[in-house]
Structures are given as structure tokens and as C-alpha cells.
């Protein structure tokens, strides 16, 4: 809230619409917000269908862009982002569009956020209802003006985005890692779990099958020194044998 005057002004949070036109957009919508929020960690915040606030005392100067990335500003929870507040203007925004949003998408949000300074507006049409290869996207040149992006990279980001029939795919340039949405990772740690259980057993047969064989060789050693113990007997024996015939005279080593 912000004093103007004596009149006080109130920022709503909501405006009690949803969150977008299908379960598609949704879906794609808290895809993007949990992929970057893995991804940018404490870098940045990435807000989602919150209502941004450009302009101090007037709260019907906002937009409540789909997914929105702000870098510089404190980690943390925000109900809603007010530019004069937080002094950071955001670097990206990316719009899930429709035919239903394409004029507003495409026409007032894109004219606002290059006024503001907004260095990347990508939009994304998931059910492929009006943009050519479903993905477009403009970067701020040295005029600050939005020009297009000629391949899906945003700089901003370090990522680059792979659309496709109701999902936006997004590789880091660092190493081409894909970015994992929380289905991914479920599956991914449930693979992974899998794998464990997998390589405990076969470690659990591998250990049953050493102690067989520690079994095995501690059975053939008893063997072999009682086999030895009996030599030893023989031996004994044979040479008493013939310590008592030398004794009447006879040698042993004549006897057949």
C-alpha cells in the first residue's frame, strides 16, 4: 500500500480470474514456474500470474504476465511485484497465448513491456492456434526496441526453448542438460529408486554368492589339512616302521 496524498491506494493480489483458458496453459504455466525455479535457484524470483504493478499510486497500471523473471531482487515470496518497491526491472517474460489473448498478447503487453525495458518477450502457443512453429520471441536492441529473436535462445536465461504440442521445452547452453518438470522428476526419481532396488539386489545375490564360496574354500581347507594331518600320520608311522626294522637288523630300503 502507498500513500498518495491523503488517499491511500490499494494494490490487489487477485482478481479472481484463473489462471489461464485451459488445463494445457495451466499445465504449461507451472511447468515453466517450477523448471526456472530449480534452474535460477536463488539468482532470481520467477513469479507466475501475479499481478505486476509499474506504476506508483496506480493500481490499475498492472499486468498479471504468465510467467515473469525479475534478477537483482531478494529471494523470497511476494503476493505481487511493484516495480518502484522492488527497483529491478524484470529481465523476461513469457506469455502462454491463444487465439483468445492474441490481440492483447501480441499487441498491448508486447508495446508494455518494451516501454518498460523488459530485455525479453517470448511468447508461446502451446495448442499451435495462431503462431507459425508455436514459439516467437523479441529482445530490447541498443534503442530499446523489440526486434525479433531469428532462434529460440534467450540470453537471459542461458536456455534454449524447444516448443511442442502443449509443452515448452528448455535446454541449458552450458551443457545441454534438459530442464525436468516435476512429472520428470517424480518419474526420474522413481526410475532412479528403481535402479537402487535393482543394484541392491544384485549387490545382496553377489555377497550370497561370496559367502557360498567363502563356504566353499573354508570346506576345501578343513579337507586339505586333514588330508595333511593323514600324511603327516603316514609319515609317522613309516618312519617308526622303519626305525624298529633297522632295529632287527633289516633295511628298509631293501624290503619290496
Not at 479472481?16 to 488445463?23: K, M, R, V
Not at 501475479?50 to 496506480?58: A, S
Amino acid at each position: 500500500m502507498t500513500l498518495t496524498g491523503t488517499r491511500s491506494v490499494i494494490y490487489p493480489d487477485s482478481d479472481g480470474e484463473p489462471l489461464a483458458e485451459t488445463q494445457t496453459h495451466v499445465w504449461v504455466i507451472l511447468s515453466l514456474l517450477s523448471m526456472l525455479s530449480q534452474y535460477l535457484g536463488e539468482r532470481a524470483v520467477v513469479f507466475a500470474d501475479q499481478f505486476f504493478y509499474y506504476i506508483e499510486g496506480n493500481a490499475r497500471a498492472r499486468v498479471a504476465p504468465d510467467v515473469m523473471v525479475v534478477f537483482g531482487i531478494e529471494p523470497g515470496m511476494r503476493r505481487s511485484y511493484k516495480l518502484w518497491e522492488e527497483g529491478e526491472i524484470p529481465g523476461i517474460i513469457l506469455e502462454i497465448t491463444s487465439e483468445g489473448t492474441r490481440e492483447t498478447d501480441w499487441g498491448f503487453k508486447k508495446r508494455l513491456y518494451e516501454q518498460i525495458g523488459i530485455r525479453e518477450y517470448w511468447l508461446f502457443d502451446p495448442l499451435g492456434e495462431w503462431i507459425e512453429g508455436q514459439l516467437r520471441g523479441y529482445r530490447l536492441n541498443e534503442d530499446g526496441v523489440y526486434r525479433a529473436i531469428t532462434n529460440p535462445v534467450s540470453e537471459v536465461l542461458g536456455l534454449r526453448l524447444e516448443a511442442g504440442m502443449g509443452r515448452l521445452d528448455l535446454y541449458r547452453l552450458d551443457n545441454g542438460e534438459k530442464l525436468l518438470t516435476l512429472d520428470e522428476l517424480a518419474q526420474e526419481l522413481a526410475q532412479t529408486e528403481q535402479d537402487l532396488f535393482q543394484k541392491e539386489q544384485v549387490l545382496e545375490q553377489t555377497q550370497q554368492e561370496l559367502l557360498q564360496k567363502e563356504q566353499t574354500l573354508e570346506q576345501k581347507e578343513q579337507t586339505l589339512a586333514q588330508t595333511q594331518e593323514q600324511l603327516n600320520q603316514e609319515r609317522q608311522r613309516a618312519e617308526r616302521l622303519a626305525a624298529y626294522l633297522r632295529s632287527q637288523g633289516m633295511n628298509p630300503d631293501e624290503i619290496v
